[in-house]
């Protein structure tokens, strides 16, 4: 239960990163935020973005990702605290195994199931569920099902 709270309490202050008082959604705002005009701008900071529309940045298919298997999509957002990314995994695709030697990296399934390969342990992904691999730990991500796995994945630097 300690760790669930801590990681709670991980997740909050990561989404605390993202809060924005403009957001396109929100009726009561008067601000819009588009992540295509603020990517032509250096190194924007996401305290000045407040909201990332994937659907916005560029798409790049990636074979085999880290060394996994298959086609990986990816749209992502890097600035000088963290990379956040949306990957989309094929079905039979994965992201091969690899350590966090310099940062953590925290995984929310969008959509789809799938498995993580957590320090060599196979763990079941869900639609909903978190992954959470720390500094120094090693972990895999595979889209063993028949429909495509997304992923939302933040790595903050460290």
Known sequence: MKKSFQFLTLLLAVAAMFATTGCKNNPQSTETADS?????EAQPNL???????FDTLPEKVQEGMRGGKGLAYVRSFNDDLNKVMRVKLA??????V????DSSEIIMVLEGC?????DGRPLTLDEGNIHYCPKGHTHA???DSRED???C???PQQ
């Open 98 to 101: 690899h350590t966090h030697d």
């Open 141 to 143: 991500i595979i889209n």
């Open 91 to 96: 079905p039979g695709a994965s992201v091969g």
């Open 114 to 118: 799938g498995m993580v390969l957590f």
């Open 36 to 40: 295509t005009q603020l990517l032509d």
């Open 47 to 53: 305290c000045t973005i407040g909201v990332i529309d």
């Open 153 to 155: 994945c933040v790595v």
């Open 149 to 151: 796995l997304v992923l």
